[in-house]
């Protein structure tokens, strides 16, 4: 596929180094010279110099023969006017657009968008999609990600295995005769935030981030078996009161009405904004870093904090703030990727990066086939997608054992009219199965090439 992106920022970046690195032809516009500098630097993608929205630079990218065009540059008029530029000049069949400005995004302005008006054909909305990632966080204490899949039959959970596991020095072949009854298949594992390539005889060790797939009816128990018993969040307190933050607290007002959620903001005139907004949320004017405010907040008593301020600094120290003040657990927002791995070693619970969950949201539009979803699991690590088997699959028909699947690809989960299959060694995929199947990322174009024929998976 040929795919322009318009903007090369921390997003536009994650997405054109997926997307070449699956070999599509990638062209990237921005306006920064460093920025489309290191595209050209780092990734087999073309990056060019000029603004994003106007024909002549679309025409110098290529626009005219562009299979999609993903807009996801800082300004949602740009990114608009880039996709109606898109449409009406040069006829590209795909067009998606990163937009933040929630005004844009009322369902009483939802035609604005059709292609009579704005030929916009999937929005993005960020702020969004990161408050729905921290409220599946919430919904299982103790998982560092939870992502629901096949009408929520199965789940994928990350946990991080702590000295009280039960499962530290277990071998992989060993789970399914210590819990014979508990369908549960590890489909990732990270050591020091190194991918570990599974077999049967690898040990789960203290300190090692697992992903495993299991039904959704037995995820309590899953969780107990890799010492993860927390309590449900009771008391919710959020660091900052912008945009995620406000979307995040309207989640938690609905889906969670027993949850009692307080919100920190710096700004007196942002603080009473978001008061007005929502209905059953405390928003108290302060500083996140100071104790008197956290104690005001009622930090002792509560169960999670979620740092969301602008400023990375602020979520890390906030976060630890809060934690040594009382509360239980930690949810992070980082922007920046070079964090990661320092901040794991301060106790920091879950990390949220907003440009991982943004680049998944978008890849799911740009698969190939017949896909529901598609998740980035950590950076660099793998995808979780979740397809539809077609009867002309190799997939199709023969036990899992007989199948030769990439290195590094594994099935997690099969779902058949609506019932959950814990895939075997003598389990057979049948035609419009629901597949979950993760791939690490450098075998993610080996599958879409193996199977681009006769299995529409991507």
């Given amino acids: 596929m040929k795919i322009l992106i318009c903007g090369a920022g921390q997003v536009g970046y994650n997405i054109a180094r997926h997307l070449a690195m699956e070999g599509n ?41 562009a299979d999609m065009l993903i807009a996801v540059t800082q300004t949602d008029e740009v990114n608009m006017v880039a996709c109606q530029v ?14 933040r400005n929630q005004s844009y995004l009322d ?23 990161v408050a729905k990632a921290i409220g599946r966080r919430l919904l299982v204490p103790g998982c560092f990600e939870m992502i629901s899949l096949a009408e929520d039959k199965v789940r994928l959970l990350g946990v991080r295995c702590g000295a009280n596991c039960p499962l530290i020095n277990t071998r992989m072949r060993e789970l399914s005769q210590l819990f014979p009854s508990l369908n549960i298949i590890i489909v990732g594992m990270l050591r020091n935030d190194e991918p570990i390539r599974l077999t049967g005889d690898d040990h789960i060790l203290v300190g ?23 309590p449900e969040t009771r008391r919710l307190l959020i660091c900052g009161a912008g945009s995620i933050a406000l979307q ?16 920190i903001e710096a700004s007196a005139e942002r603080a009473a904004a978001v008061a007005s907004m929502l209905s059953g949320t405390v928003v108290l004017h302060g500083d996140v870093l100071d104790p008197v405010i956290l104690e005001e907040a009622g930090v002792v008593t509560t169960d999670t904090v979620v740092a969301v301020t602008d400023d990375d600094e602020t979520n890390v120290l906030g976060s630890l703030l809060a934690k040594r003040h009382g509360a239980s657990r ?28 943004t680049a998944s949201t978008i890849l799911q539009h740009v698969r190939r086939g017949r896909i529901y979803s598609v998740h980035t699991l950590r950076e660099g690590f793998g995808e ?21 699947l990439p290195p590094g690809v594994m099935v997690g989960a099969i779902v058949r009219n609506g019932d959950f299959i814990s895939p075997r060694g003598a ?32």
């Avoid at 062209?27 to 630097?41: C, E």
């Avoid at 898109?86 to 937009?99: G, L, Q």
């Avoid at 997608?385 to 023969?398: H, N, R």
């Fill in 248 to 263: 995040l607290a309207k989640l938690v007002e609905q889906d969670f009405p027993d949850v009692m959620v307080k919100i």
């Fill in 384 to 404: 979780l997608i979740e397809a539809e088997a077609l009867e002309t699959s190799s997939l199709v028909g023969a036990p899992l054992r007989d199948i030769k």
């Fill in 86 to 99: 898109a449409h009406s000049v040069f006829e590209v069949p795909m067009k998606i657009a990163r937009i």
């Fill in 427 to 458: 389990t057979v995929i049948q035609n419009k199965d629901r597949v979950v199947l993760f791939a690490v990322s450098e075998a993610v174009r080996k599958v879409e090439r193996l199977f681009s024929v006769r299995l529409e998976y991507f």
């Fill in 25 to 65: 032809d990638v062209v990237v516009v921005d306006q920064s010279p460093d920025l489309v500098r290191r595209i050209n630097d780092s990734l087999d993608a073309q990056g060019i110099v000029g603004h994003a929205s106007r024909p002549d630079v679309l025409e110098r990218a290529g626009a005219g023969d």
């Fill in 330 to 357: 930690a949810i992070t927002l980082l922007n920046k990727e070079t964090y990661e791995p320092l901040v794991k070693t301060l106790g920091i619970d879950v990390i949220v990066s907003p440009r991982n969950i």
């Fill in 107 to 129: 369902p009483a302005w939802a035609n604005l968008f059709s292609r009579e008006h704005l030929p916009i054909d999937v929005i993005i909305s960020p702020e969004l999609e």
């Fill in 208 to 230: 090692d981030d697992v992903y495993f797939v299991v039904e959704t009816s037995q995820l309590s128990r899953a969780m107990a078996a890799f010492g993860h018993e927390e």
